[in-house]
């Protein structure tokens, strides 16, 4: 039984190929996803041993406020910490330096450069090393010079000599360029990072804002001490205000950063990996389905001869064994060239050299452990219609292609209902758990998937209609309703693809709607001044500049925007980490964002009174009256009254305070100025009145409510792109299934086609025929994609309504665009199968047997 | 044109010049017509006969425009076969010349109707309804025609595939073997069909076969053996050609 199995297998070894790609592509991205990860780990590694070669031990500060806890300043090791380490037993040296995100250098064409969002540091220069190496120039070594590396340089397009300006903590301030400097191993920087290095006391003042502190220290042992016993006496020493680490460890830490930061990359690639699974499994499925009523007859006789329904069964799971472990194998391989490429890519960006790719243990154990139980699960249906033929097969001319589709259709529903109920219940809760929503989702679509098959004959032949105005169109078109569980499986794999993307649109289309009404309905600012880009350096306002603005004539009204992250606890329930925004008139602010009270009021708060959007009061169960314990970046907890509940309906959210709130707030600068304008004052003179004010900010701008939602709709649509590159390989594995079948379609055809041909059907007719059957089954699945994807992002929609999603669109453009691209993807898919069919022997075809 | 005379139509339907096929190269050369020369006039019902490898069945694919020849000529009506391209067979096939296979070849997705009217559809022409309906109760399945393939017995879908050769009025009608598949009634009630059309439509009708019963329907047998044409019968009985049949094989043997 097991040669039989394995000879059938190769003479069959064209049709499963196709079938096996699906698989291959899936286990890529999968294995491709971990050997990308541990590739860059490795050339993490291999910097930070370079960079770190030369420290023995490091101190930096634990954090102690809000803010330092999260980000948004840096805990800072005093200098005399530093002294006090000095007189230790074992210590060799201290130095101390600074290094912090945020020195942004104005480049020769008078931007601001900015990053692809790694930092742009600001440091003390400790002066040249085994890692850190001048390549032109010196080291600063006055207050007003300033060197950079080389990523800076050829960003900035700035030469040793030129004067240049430096954003810092301080306003623009000019200094000397004295030198470029370059890493070991001819890196231009640390794996993209900017940095510009100035002498110690100006990094002190420009970085941290206080001359007396660092942001770590590096100590060196002395003859004799390991790193281990000295980072054992500094910690006794200082105490657990700070953290002491070893080379090794620091290495390590540094290592964990940066492996954290490509978990995002990573997902994106095991989502592609669970779509290109997940719609393979319908082509595998598919494919044995046609395999087996192909060798109905065959099957038939070895049951005959005394073969059992378990060997069948057994012969066609050892057919997918060995195909899924094939496949696994392939996608492995491909896998490693996929990651080891990303990994080149990513370090040519980045300047870190890779040492080749690195092939962790999980990537191959992964790729067999997901390709193999797919393959064997897809293979399971057909394995037991396989064992179902009835040995009188053998004896009878053709296998009844007419099942009834009863069976099939009742699950359908069942499992369209049940997945919709799970949706419906995942949207109906409040904080919607993604598990039943992404369950619900899958389970509706395969519920639709079965409802296909009896869908194929109306919908597939409503659909032949448009394309059925010659012969061969229409003899397409009875090819494409002939078996409509074959249609209808091929169909669904589109059909995942498309609703995905449609689903995506529909919600992206609502977001990007509800938003331009907003801006429409209730906004009432008509400028907004403030950073243009959410870089990495929190750019702020100078809190002066609202007070010069309501100046300007034609300005009727002018408010600032303090905001930060807060602490927020509530009874007994743990703090909650929320934006907290604070405004010098709030009854203002009220007017220009139309916030409704829901209860008590929104006028001019006391201290430590707040009010709050009906959201969040919901959600923390409060109401007018009760206090909350807030915790600010700086200073004792605040316990604040909530005077006031605001309608969550606009864009507007949070919790609003008074301007006592601000005396905590780690940074003391505006986040944005609102502006109105008097009636009938030139939008674009105050604009250009305001944009002079702040010309010594060259990262602040001046924006219109449109040019705000404009940026906030690209921001969606790019999550819309990436989803659609998604389906872009969804539709790669459908265009193989779509291949397949009309592959194995052709094949069971041959005699008819032979027979056409003889009878006068010419080559280019017979082609058409072909490519009228594809589009049929390309549109049809993208029709049900279209249909279900616009019902799954309805549904959605509809569920964000609390959450100020009101606007309901359908994006009509785009959806034409997919079904358009289904009609090309069907053509594109005719093209190999019906060179075949043209190329098919008219004689073999007919000859009899 | 009237359609109820049986006109004796003079001239040739199709004719063989001096035609070679080859198989293989070299050592492996295998000859299946050694210059074979025939002349099939318009009109006549003619078999062509001869035991298994004779080259029977490659004459008729020569002839029909299905396989090219090694050397030699073949015509249909007035056309040059050899040296035709694709597009060019393709047509002629489909407005000058039928088939009807051993195993009936119908599309299981059209109705009988369909399926005799695919000829002329495939070539965008509208079907002659009186030739149509003629043709149709010639074969006897008017009560058939919204049937499918797999809804018909053996004889009547080889019946709709004579019906779907007819229709177009070609020049000749190929026949491979058509009872081959049949029981010996349906085989009968076919070859009673055929000879009719060609006594009532005047049609020109090639068939192959290796069975003297289906034969003796024919005008005229042609024997084939080793790739040659061996004799020729003229108005033959089962007897006449049985015993043909005999001569060969022991001239063969001998």
């Known amino acids: 039984m097991f040669r039989a199995t394995l000879k059938g297998l190769l003479s069959r070894k064209l049709r499963l190929t196709l079938a096996g790609l699906a698989v291959v592509l899936g286990v890529m991205f999968v294995s491709g996803s971990y050997v990308l990860t541990d590739t860059l780990k490795g050339s993490f590694d291999s910097m930070f041993t370079d960079a770190f070669s030369e420290l023995d031990v490091s101190v930096s500060a634990e954090p102690k406020t809000v803010g330092e806890e999260h980000g948004q300043s840096t805990p800072v090791v005093p200098a005399s910490t530093m002294e006090q380490i000095r007189t230790l037993p074992g210590v060799a040296d201290v130095t101390g330096q600074v290094r912090l995100d945020g020195a942004r250098i104005i480049g020769s064409n008078g931007k601001v450069v900015t990053t692809m969002g790694s930092p742009r540091f600001g440091a003390s220069w400790a002066g040249e090393d085994s890692f850190v190496h001048l390549r032109e120039g010196r080291g600063p070594s006055a207050d007003s010079e300033i060197a950079i590396n080389a990523a800076v340089a050829k960003a900035a397009d700035v030469r040793v000599g030129d004067t240049v300006e430096v954003l810092t903590l301080q306003p623009k301030r000019s200094f000397t360029l004295v030198g470029i400097y370059g890493y070991a191993g001819g890196r231009d920087s640390m794996s993209s990072a900017h940095e510009i290095a100035f002498t110690l006391a100006s990094a002190q003042e420009l970085m941290l804002g206080q001359r007396d502190g660092f942001t770590s220290l590096s100590v060196d042992a002395a003859d004799g001490v390991s790193h281990a016993q000295l980072r054992d006496t500094v910690k006794a020493a200082v105490g657990g205000d700070y953290t002491v680490r070893t080379r090794e460890e620091l290495k390590e830490h540094a290592e964990d950063q940066y492996s954290a930061g490509l978990g995002f990359f990573n997902n994106i690639l095991l989502g592609f990996a669970a779509v290109a699974l997940f719609v393979g499994t319908f082509l595998i499925i598919n494919t044995f389905s046609i395999i087996v009523a192909q060798r109905t007859r065959e099957l038939a006789l070895l049951r005959a001869v005394g073969a059992s329904q378990r060997q069948i069964i057994t012969s066609v799971l050892v057919e997918a064994t060995v195909i899924g472990t094939l496949a696994s194998a392939l996608g492995l391989a491909a896998g490693i060239g996929v990651g080891s490429f990303l990994g080149w890519i990513f370090g040519n960006i980045t300047d870190m050299t890779t040492d080749g790719a690195r092939i962790p243990a999980a990537a191959v154990i992964s790729s067999f452990a997901v390709g193999i139980p797919i393959t064997l699960l897809a293979a399971v249906l057909p394995a037991l219609r396989a064992a179902r033929i009835p040995p009188v097969a053998a004896m009878q001319q053709a296998a009844t292609n007419d099942r009834p589709m009863t069976r099939l259709t009742v699950s359908g529903l069942i499992v369209t209902a049940l997945g919709s109920a799970l949706l419906g219940l995942g949207l109906a809760g409040d904080n919607a758990p993604m598990l039943l929503i992404g369950g619900g989702t899958l389970l509706s679509l395969t519920g639709v998937a079965l409802l296909a098959p009896s869908l194929a004959r109306p919908i597939a032949g409503a659909i032949g209609r448009l394309l059925a105005w010659s012969t061969p169109g229409s003899l397409g078109r009875l090819n494409a309703r002939r078996n409509p569980r074959r249609t209808a499986i091929t169909a669904a794999a589109l059909m995942i693809g498309v609703a995905l993307v449609t689903g995506m649109s529909v919600i992206v289309s609502s977001v990007n709607a509800t938003l331009y009404e907003i801006a429409k309905n209730d906004i009432k600012v008509d400028l907004f001044v403030g950073a243009d880009t959410a870089g990495v350096a929190d750019v702020r306002l100078d809190p002066t500049v609202v007070d010069r603005t309501r100046n300007i004539s034609g300005v009727a009204s002018a408010l600032g925007e303090y905001s930060e992250l807060a602490e927020v606890a509530v009874g007994g329930r743990g703090p909650a980490m929320e934006h907290v925004s604070a405004y010098a008139d709030l009854p203002m602010m009220a007017s220009m964002w139309s916030l409704k009270p829901v209860a008590g009021t929104l006028g001019p708060l006391g201290p430590d009174q707040v009010v709050v959007d009906s959201g969040r009061a919901e959600q923390f169960q409060l109401s007018v009256g009760d206090t909350v314990s807030m915790r600010l970046a700086k200073g004792q907890p605040h316990t604040v009254t909530i005077t006031g509940i605001y309608d969550r309906s606009g864009v507007m959210g949070g919790w609003l305070g008074g301007m006592d709130l601000v005396d905590d707030f780690q940074n003391q600068q505006l986040q944005w100025a609102f502006i109105q304008l008097d009636e009938g004052a030139s939008e674009s003179t105050v604009r250009a009145e305001i944009e002079a004010l702040v010309a010594d900010s060259p990262e602040i701008s001046v924006s219109s409510t449109e040019n705000l939602i404009d940026r906030a709709s690209a921001e969606m649509d790019q999550v819309l792109t990436m989803v659609q590159v998604l389906l872009g390989l969804a539709i790669l594995i459908a265009l193989l299934g779509i291949i397949n079948t009309l592959a194995l379609s052709i094949i069971e055809r041959t005699r008819e086609l032979g027979m056409l041909r003889a009878i006068g059907l010419r080559r280019s007719q017979l082609m058409r025929m072909i490519a009228v059957e594809s589009v049929i089954i390309s549109a049809f699945g993208a029709l049900l994609g279209v249909v279900v994807g616009s019902a799954l992002g309805l549904a959605i929609v509809k569920a964000l309504e609390s959450d100020g999603i009101t606007v309901t669109s359908l994006p009509w453009g785009d959806l034409g665009t997919y079904l358009a691209l289904a009609g090309l993807v069907g053509v594109v898919a005719a093209i190999i199968p019906a060179i075949r069919a043209a190329r098919i022997n008219v004689l073999a075809a007919i000859a009899t047997e | ?254």
């Open chain 2, 1 to 254: 044109m009237t359609l109820t005379q049986a006109p004796p139509q003079l001239g040739t339907a199709a004719r063989a010049v001096d035609v070679w096929k080859v198989y293989g190269r070299d050592e492996a050369k295998v000859a299946a017509l050694r210059g074979v020369s025939v002349e099939l006039r318009r009109g006549e019902f003619t078999a062509i006969m001869g035991p298994s490898g004779s080259g029977k069945s490659t004459l008729m694919h020569c002839l029909a425009g299905l396989d090219a020849v090694t050397s030699g000529d073949v015509y249909i009506g007035d056309t040059k076969v050899t040296g035709l391209r694709d597009r060019a067979l393709t047509q002629l096939r489909r407005d000058h010349v039928g088939f009807v296979f051993q195993q009936f070849n119908l599309l299981p997705t059209l109705s009988a109707r369909e399926n005799i009217l695919l000829p002329l559809s495939i070539a965008g022409s509208k079907p002659d309804q009186a030739w149509f309906d003629r043709v149709v109760d010639t074969v006897g399945l008017r009560d058939r025609l919204g049937h499918r393939p797999s809804q018909l017995s053996g004889g009547q879908q080889q019946r709709v595939a004579c019906a779907r050769a007819l229709v177009a009025r070609p020049e000749v009608v190929f026949a491979d073997e058509p009872t081959g598949n049949l029981d010996s009634r349906s085989g009968a009630e076919v070859l009673g069909f055929l000879r009719s059309s060609v006594r009532d439509i005047g049609q020109t009708i090639i068939m192959v076969t290796h069975d003297p019963n289906a034969a003796r329907h024919a005008d005229r047998v042609i024997f084939l053996a080793d790739g040659e044409i061996r004799l020729e019968l003229r108005d033959p009985t089962a007897d006449s050609v049985l015993d043909t049949m005999k001569r060969l094989d022991a001239a063969a043997r001998a």
